[in-house]
């Protein structure tokens, strides 16, 4: 991985272990959605082509703090590490200038139904500053591409499925779990977004989106799941504990651990 996303190349150490220990702990074999293998640590990394400018997406330990809170809400939420997501507002010669960051799994989840999706979210370290530089509503979000397979529109087989978080209900410290089938706003992006009216401009529930891509066809499926940032404003923070049904992963400095969702 290129290093200036921040890719540590220690991610892929050791992935044969931990792949093993995962498997002896959890029993039996299930994806995130619909059930077939879980997800290896050598299947998560930047995704490249959804990346823009030189943005940080770093597994790293901590962050712990900010200076002077105590309690469970100064550590990750799961084990030591997390993911860092570093991205700039101004910093390219494209329209819009901002940086974009993917951080994603692009194998684990390929084929998997979109309607078979019952829990998503993840924690947030948010900081005051971020809520400076984009007001409250500035966070990272949860990605999934898929093919949406709309009776309406049979040649569209490409949108991305974006969360919008709340913003988070604390700064300067880690939050509780932001579900994004309960809070937030979804869209779906181009034609799709059109189709069924859930895009940018007309945002959907969770609930929302789900029903309209649910239109008799085709099961839509799922290409990656992700978390990202951009393009809009400058935002400088860490996200922990992404679920996905019944798995959460652990971001951790040595790799993306599945752990078994209680």
């Known amino acids: 991985m290129d290093a200036r996303f921040g890719m540590r190349r220690k991610v892929a ?36 082509r ?19 809170v105590q309690g469970p809400s100064a550590r990750p939420p ?29 194998v684990d989840f390929y084929g998997d139904r979109v309607l078979a999706l019952t829990k998503v979210g993840f924690h947030v370290f948010q900081t005051g500053e971020n809520v400076s530089y984009g007001g409250t509503e500035n966070m990272p979000n949860i990605r999934f591409e898929i093919n949406p397979k709309l009776t309406g529109a049979p040649a569209t087989t490409y949108s991305s499925m ?17 579900d994004a089938t309960t809070t937030g706003t979804w869209y779906l ?24 891509l649910n239109d008799g066809g085709a099961q839509p499926v799922i ?19 992404l679920r996905i049904n019944r798995t959460v992963y652990d971001f951790e400095a040595d790799g993306v651990r599945a752990r078994h969702a209680r």
């Open 13 to 48: 150490l050791g992935v044969t272990a931990l792949v093993a220990a995962v498997a002896s702990a959890v029993p039996g074999s299930a994806s995130a959605v619909t059930g077939g293998a879980w997800g290896g640590s050598d299947h998560w990394g930047v995704i490249t």
């Open 50 to 68: 959804n990346t823009i400018g030189s943005p940080v997406a770093s597994l790293r330990n901590g962050p712990f703090g900010s200076f002077g």
């Open 78 to 106: 799961y084990g030591r590490g997390s993911l860092g997501i570093e991205v700039a507002d101004r910093s390219t010669s494209l329209t819009p200038p901002s940086e974009q960051v993917s951080f994603g799994n692009e």
């Open 162 to 178: 974006v969360w919008n978080p709340p913003p988070s209900p604390v700064v300067n410290r880690w939050s509780p779990y932001l």
């Open 189 to 212: 992006t181009g034609n799709a977004g059109t189709v069924t009216n859930c895009r940018l401009s007309d945002l959907c529930t969770f609930q929302e989106l789900k029903t309209a």
């Open 223 to 241: 290409y990656t799941a992700a978390v990202g940032k951009g393009r809009d404003y400058m935002w400088i923070g860490a996200v922990d504990g």
